[in-house]
């Protein structure tokens, strides 16, 4: 239910904080006090369309908060946690409107779009007036009030997942014909394509290492001949290693004879010897380590170019082009094994379509029903609301061949005003008070099926009087043991029967400064009020007597 409503700056409204409590409230005062302010604003933190001209003259911008109390199993919480918002205390709306047209919304002080706030919005609060009805003028909706009714809710889900495996078998089948049908078209290159891929029966991961491997051996090449004639130098016949072992040898057998001249020489020239042979064993291991067929180096560049020239051909990497060559050759499979495909699927399409129009079949047979069952009770409701010739119709129009997730029907409230006069839309045929009161008399017969949590009816009394008026106020009070309900009305027979009782009037807080005030009547007080709204600006005893009856008739 909605707790707390605080306006800041709209209109003529400077700041005002209203607590509600369940049941029925009801809001009176004279014509242009600014009741329509109040359900504007209302409007506005709901998600309605912002208009700069709600702000107050000489501020930048306004607010509106509205603070809810609903059930942890409504519908709402599943909303908000969806949208990563907190679900679990009082959901707070808040709107503001800049004086440049901007406005803002939150939701529990979180940022969140107009659209969201609109979506939350109509979850918790429904307006109804005579002129703006979504619940009346949209067929969608039709559709789920009579489902709630029909407790329908169950069927509806099943047939909806029926539809869903209906429409993927579906999916699934015109995806395989466009496949054979683009492989057909086709053939003849993904064969050739198939065939070539598969001689060269790439590698993922193979273009890398061939490169790295070609890499290695042009680094090689380059090095390989230096190091075979360096070896050759050492190693050849034209060594000098043995020219100088020689000499080392025939100087070593005449140290003693010198040793002041010789020692040192042939220690370094052993030495020399010994570092030469060291470098001829490593040259000897280079040569041999370096030593490559130059065959591999052209194989491993040929086999390299090959698979770049590939991934130029298929406009893909080279890495891709194994899994490009399981694709052509499922395409090719789809077009070989396509004809027994096609006949799987289209027996799944086939199941799949004749379990949803059983369900649909039924679905459609316990909505005539309800409709039925409905519209009686309903037209239990029309007499003391003055219609009491008028019929209210619920058109149910079933194709098969427009099936979708709720069904084959589409579901119309209509009305016959009327004897003799034609059926049609009810938002069509109905006047503004005749609208109004059938969508009071249908509210009524739903009870808290399918209604948001906070109904809000804006003047649905007007033009009626009497009898009638004392018939709406009863039908709201009843709305009220199972909803809250907030009325704009200007009879005192529905003014009667609230159990909150709120009075709007404008008031003069200094000169040519005019704001609408909102003062909550005690329950000793509203009986003045009830017979202002009698007799006029003057009120009387006779008002004051009546107005005592009506309040007396209430509570008895």
């Known amino acids: 239910m909605l707790c707390e409503l605080s306006i800041r700056d709209i209109v003529l409204i400077d700041r005002l904080d209203l607590q509600f409590n369940e049941g029925m409230s009801v809001l009176t005062g004279e014509t242009g006090a600014g009741k329509s302010i109040l359900l504007d604003s209302l409007s506005l933190a709901l998600g309605g369309r912002g208009d700069a001209g709600l702000v107050r003259n000489g501020t930048k911008q306004g607010q509106v908060t509205a603070v809810f109390d609903v059930p942890m199993s409504h519908k709402v919480r599943a909303l908000l946690a969806e949208n990563d918002l907190e679900a679990d205390a009082d959901v707070i709306l808040r709107r503001v409107q800049a004086s440049d047209g901007r406005t803002r919304a939150f939701i529990n002080d979180s940022p969140v779009s107009a659209g969201l706030l609109r979506q939350v919005g109509a979850s918790l609060v429904e307006v109804h007036g005579q002129h703006d009805d979504r619940a009346l003028i949209d067929p969608e909706s039709h559709r789920q009030i009579l489902d709630s009714f029909g407790s329908l809710e169950d069927l509806v889900s099943a047939t909806g997942e029926k539809f869903q495996a209906y429409k993927a078998a579906e999916k699934a089948l015109k995806e395989l014909r466009a496949r054979i049908e683009e492989a057909r078209r086709e053939a003849d290159y993904l064969r050739s394509s ?22 290695d051996m042009m680094q090689v090449e380059k090095v390989a001949g230096d190091l075979k004639d360096a070896f050759d130098t050492l190693d050849g016949p034209s060594s000098p290693v043995p020219e100088l072992s020689s000499l080392w040898r025939r100087l070593e057998r005449k140290v003693d004879l010198a040793p002041q001249y010789l020692t040192g020489v042939v220690e370094q020239l052993g030495a020399a010897l010994d570092n030469i042979e060291d470098a001829r064993s490593g040259l000897e ?21 090959a698979l770049r020239a590939a991934g130029r051909k298929y406009s893909c990497h ?19 094994a396509g004809e027994g495909k096609l006949l799987e699927l289209e027996a799944a399409v086939g199941q799949t379509r004749d379990a949803y129009d059983k369900l649909a079949q039924e679905l459609s047979e316990k909505r005539r029903e309800a409709a039925r069952a409905l519209e009686e009770v309903v037209h239990q409701e029309l007499p003391a609301l003055k219609l009491e010739r008028a019929r209210f119709i619920i058109q149910q129009e079933t194709q098969l061949e427009h099936r979708g997730a709720d069904g084959t029907d589409t579901i119309e409230f209509w009305a016959q005003t009327n004897p003799g006069s034609r059926p049609g839309p009810m938002f069509k045929v109905a006047s503004g008070g005749e609208l109004s009161r059938f969508l009071l008399a249908l509210k009524v017969s739903l009870a808290d099926k399918g209604s948001a949590p906070t109904l809000v009816f804006d003047e649905i009394d007007t033009g009626v009087g009497g009898a009638v008026a004392e018939a709406i106020g009863l039908r709201l009070a ?55 709204m009698l007799s006029g600006a003057v009120i009387t005893e006779e008002a004051r007597a009546a107005a005592m009856r009506l309040m007396g008739n209430v509570s008895s």
């Open 285 to 305: 291991d280079a040569v041999r380590d370096t030593n490559f067929d130059p065959r591999e180096l052209e194989q491993t560049e040929e086999r390299l170019f």
């Open 318 to 336: 080279v890495d891709a082009l194994p899994r490009l060559r399981e694709t052509m050759e499922r395409d090719l499979g789809d077009l070989d």
């Open 478 to 532: 009843r709305l009220a043991a199972t909803v809250q309900v907030l009325t704009v009305t200007h009879a005192p027979q529905v003014a009667a029967r609230a159990n909150g009782h709120f009075l709007i009037q404008k008031g003069e807080v200094e000169k040519d400064v005019v704001i609408t005030q909102v003062q909550q009547i005690a329950e000793a007080d509203r009986q003045e009020e009830i017979a202002r």
């Open 194 to 215: 198939v065939d070539e891929l598969s001689t060269l029966n790439p590698q993922e991961g193979e273009e890398e290492e061939l490169a790295l491997s070609r890499q």
